[in-house]
């Protein structure tokens, strides 16, 4: 029994651990902290929908589509809303009050549109599979090969591409990148594309898993900044750690407690990183003027 | 005429919520996102005296607010020492463990099914039931609010509280208190916020935690920065657009199912523009520098 909780907790972990790896990479070049990112994450799974469902397009093609839909809008928020306030060198405050913002208007306007009920994908129940005793879907292993995949995936990035390189320098100093003629504009659009596809690729997997509704974004942004404080702020592959660590966590806590505290003890845990161990698991222990 | 004075007694509830919001927000420069914590407190708090010792509303509404400034501590504490993002994170998985207390605690609130049939308001014989009496008393309560925030922000403590919201440093250079006067800032806001619950208690009859949510937290915030913080005039302007701005859309003819949706959507496109353009709000003061 315990084995298959365990399970389960990791691949719920992968799936945070996804959307954390986006949140992360976004945060920790931009330092924005980006809850319109929930939106991304929403959309996506709502263009999913609308080609699967109501244009009645195949799967791989309506897939192609949910994760370009949250691509395209991530860029869009950067372009619009974000850019300029950069250029302006507006402070963190006026960033997140703006990606609130933009956080209410798409959500709003996807229940307008669907409407505020659940909507399923999936057509019925998912093949299963057993592993000594564990059982897992067709759907929860698809979710867990994304995640290994798109994790190496990302060190490459990181590791072996001019990308990744302009990546980690932003991180550690976003004023020298400009200085040494970098297109800093494009490389943020960069950035927002490639952390908008990791939240679009868990989305449209959770969507097809388990259905959508208007407010699926929220939790899911929460449990990614969440993960990126607890693994550690300013390295790039922490997250991930941080958001397998709740995954499990939220699982022991189904199996021994009850599901209905999973996300309470996921901010216990926030708080208690917050105020005993700030940089996180892995993170660098960063003077506070450092880090404003 | 029913209508209009149930949405004046509303924007009475909220007009509180959001002057006591504005203390932290706009006065302390702490951005919080916790603020539907402390009115759900003060609406349970209040409640759960009224209806489980008898006590009359008055001193039940005297205990809500204890408790709620109580509760503020938590979240003073961590606001000591957690900068920007950090501290808008913690306020925010406050908010959250407040609402699943409030959710899973069956034993206490009774959780998802609410508390029913909540006794009204009575002050001396007279049962405040109807309502135009409403309107008076929470009127009433918002007045009395309103000029005790005037009289705190003018005072030397709301001048402290801008000083350290402009620079913290240079404020405790100037020998002030910052951990006292945030903490004192987080007690009044919190106490405040949940006379507000009360009231909505009262007037409602019935309060279940979906009314305390962490995108309740984001309407209230949103009614602020629209309006504007750091003075008086803003978190008005903020309280009187949200009375106009649905009776514009209907006035539009928007169909009731979307008109929510709509309203939040001009909440929400207000805050982008007014961030880029204005940031201090339609009439506030405070420019998130």
């Avoid at chain 1, 505020?116 to 093949?127: D, M, Q, R, W």
């Avoid at chain 2, 309107?135 to 309103?146: C, D, K, M, P, S």
């Avoid at chain 2, 922000?153 to 620079?167: N, Q, T, V, Y």
């Avoid at chain 2, 207000?270 to 339609?282: A, C």
Wanted: proline residues 4%; charged residues 10%.
């Amino acid at each position: 029994m315990i084995l298959q909780f365990i399970a389960n907790g990791i691949i719920t972990g992968s799936i945070y651990a996804l959307t954390a790896l986006g949140f992360g990479l976004i945060y920790n070049t931009t330092r924005i902290f980006h809850i319109a990112y929930g939106a991304v994450y929403t959309t996506s799974a709502y263009v999913f929908y609308t080609f699967y469902k109501i244009l009645n397009l195949p799967l791989f093609v309506s897939v192609i589509a949910g994760i370009a839909g949250g691509v395209i809008l991530g860029i869009l928020i950067e372009m619009i809303v974000y850019y300029p306030l950069y250029k302006r060198k507006a402070s963190s405050g006026i960033f997140i009050i703006s990606s609130i913002g933009v956080y209410i208007f798409i959500v709003n306007l996807i229940a307008m549109v669907f409407g505020n009920e659940v909507k399923i994908l999936s057509p019925g129940i998912e093949k299963t599979y057993e592993f000594w005793g564990i059982i897992l879907t067709r759907i929860q292993l698809i979710e867990f090969g994304g995640f290994l995949i798109m994790f190496l995936f990302y060190i490459f990035l990181l590791k072996r591409t001019s990308f990744g390189k302009m990546v980690r320098a932003v991180a550690s100093n976003p004023f020298i990148l400009p200085s040494f003629g970098v297109n800093v504009r494009k490389l943020r659009i960069e950035i927002f594309a490639a952390g908008s596809f990791f939240a679009s690729l868990s989305s449209c997997m959770v969507a097809w898993d388990i259905g959508m509704d208007p407010h699926v974004g929220m939790p899911v942004l929460l449990v990614s900044a969440v993960s990126v404080i607890v693994g550690g702020v300013g390295v790039f592959l922490s997250p991930a750690l941080g958001g397998l660590l709740i995954g499990l966590t939220q699982s022991l806590v189904v199996w021994r407690i009850s599901a209905r505290w999973e996300q309470a003890v996921t901010f216990v845990i926030l708080i208690l990183f917050l105020l005993f161990r700030p940089q996180g698991l892995l993170g660098i222990r960063k003077r506070v003027e450092e880090v404003l | 005429m029913n209508y209009l004075l149930h949405i004046l007694i509303m924007i009475n509830i909220y007009a509180i919520l959001v002057f006591s919001l504005n203390l932290l927000v706009g006065y302390g420069g702490l951005l919080s996102l916790a603020h539907a914590a402390f009115y759900g407190i003060g609406a349970y708090g209040t409640t759960l005296l009224m209806m489980g010792i008898g006590v009359n509303f008055f001193p039940a509404l005297v205990a809500g607010i204890l408790m709620s400034s109580f509760f503020a501590l938590f979240i003073a504490y961590p606001s000591l020492r957690l900068k920007g993002d950090y501290f808008i994170l913690a306020s925010l998985g406050f908010q959250i463990i407040v609402f699943a207390v409030l959710y899973n605690w069956i034993g206490l609130t009774r959780g998802p099914y609410g508390i029913p049939g909540i006794p009204r308001p009575r002050l001396f014989s007279l049962e405040i039931d109807s309502l135009p009496e409403f309107f008076i008393f929470t009127g009433v309560i918002f007045l009395l609010v309103f000029f005790f925030i005037r009289i705190l922000c003018r005072s030397p403590f709301g001048r402290a509280l801008k000083a350290i919201r402009e620079d913290e440093m240079t404020a405790s250079a100037l020998g002030k208190n910052i951990p006292s006067l945030k903490i004192w800032a987080f007690v009044i806001s919190a106490g405040v916020a949940a006379i507000s619950g009360a009231l909505y208690a009262g007037y409602v009859t019935y309060i279940d935690p979906t009314s305390f949510t962490l995108d309740e937290s984001i309407f209230i915030l949103s009614i602020l920065l629209v309006g504007g913080s750091g003075n008086i005039k803003g978190p008005l302007v903020g309280a009187v657009f949200m009375i106009i701005l649905p009776e514009a859309l209907r006035f539009l003819g928007l169909p009731d199912t979307i008109a929510p949706n709509v309203r939040q959507m001009i909440y929400g496109f207000l805050l982008v523009i007014l961030m880029r353009y204005r940031p201090q709000g339609l009439a506030g003061e405070y420019r998130f520098e």
